[in-house]
């Protein structure tokens, strides 16, 4: 049986029918290209296909074999970061689609969380899977969660890289970490707390128990990579927490230390991190 090929149709349409161009949006991240909506150029070898949802930028990679039922990944922030040692190119070549959409520094608040399930739902009605992998870089990592703690049922897995796995640590400093005040207040203003006892109470962070046990009771996988002398985002105070925490409800996560503070994100070598993920996106298409 013949594999389908091409996605542009499905994107032309959502460009051109399904959501308002502004020619606003603009990719944060540094290294990307920002091009019109509706066009394509390309990623890592590969065609990327550009579209909006709600006047923001998305975009979804194609990788020449795509797989049936289209699996996908989903990186919620700096998708130009390190991309070599996350092992998304393995999967393009594997035949897994990748996609982004650009709300950049919005924390997991509740108007990124709206946009996010917008962003899916788009995705979902033109045919790719109805779980996806979600790519969670440092802050971004923190959007990963909180979206998938409210939507347990759409995620296959977390893949967390030095991730912000609790705002007092990053940006509040409130431990070891050095914390960054102006994203701090950035983040009160966005959730519209007016100090910080406030703040701090919030009990809506990724390794909060409550949101997290919605994760351990819907088995899903997680796999944090983190650099022992990451002092931006301690391991101490985010993964080594989350962790612990998950194991006791039940879940199932697994760590990988390397030699690094929070960059580099990835490893040398990522066929640990295509393992998992592969292996949970399509199981019958294994990495050796």
């Keep these: 049986m013949s594999r389908p090929r091409s996605i542009t149709p499905f994107l032309f349409a959502v460009a051109a029918c399904l959501v308002p161009i502004t020619g606003s949006a603009k990719e944060s991240q540094a290294g990307s290209t920002v091009s019109a909506p ?3 150029d390309q990623w890592r070898g590969h065609t990327r296909h550009r579209f909006e949802v709600s006047g923001h ?5 194609e990788p020449s074999n795509p797989l049936p039922g289209k699996p996908w990944t989903w990186c919620t922030e700096f998708p130009d970061a390190f991309t070599d040692r996350t092992g998304v190119p393995q999967l393009l070549e594997k035949g897994i689609h990748h996609a982004h959409i650009s709300d950049f520094n919005r924390l997991g608040c509740e108007e990124q969380l709206r946009l996010m399930d917008e962003f899916h739902k788009v995705m979902v009605s033109k045919g790719f899977a109805a779980k996806v992998g979600l790519i969670g870089i440092s802050r971004g990592g923190f959007m990963a969660y909180r ?19 609790d705002l007092k640590s990053w940006p509040g400093g409130f431990g070891k970490g050095k914390g960054s005040p102006k994203d701090w207040q950035h983040a009160k203003n966005l959730y519209g707390w007016k100090s910080d006892e406030e703040a701090r109470a919030f009990r809506g962070n990724a390794l909060d128990e409550e949101p997290l046990s919605r994760l351990a009771a819907a088995k899903i ?20 927490i989350l962790a612990e925490r998950y194991r006791k409800l039940g879940g ?12 580099p994100h990835g490893l040398d070598d990522p066929a640990p991190v295509v393992r998992f993920m592969l292996g949970h996106l399509a199981p019958a298409n294994p990495v050796r």
């Design 221 to 240: 996988p997680l796999l944090h990579v983190v650099g022992d002398a990451d002092d931006v985002v301690p391991v101490a105070e985010n993964t080594a």
């Design 252 to 263: 199932d996560i697994a760590v990988l230390h390397h030699a690094a503070g929070h960059h």
């Design 147 to 165: 979206w998938a703690q409210r939507n347990p049922d759409k995620v296959v897995f977390i893949y967390g890289d030095a991730p912000v796995c």
């Design 57 to 61: 930028q998305a975009w979804v990679v």
């Design 38 to 40: 509706g066009t394509t």
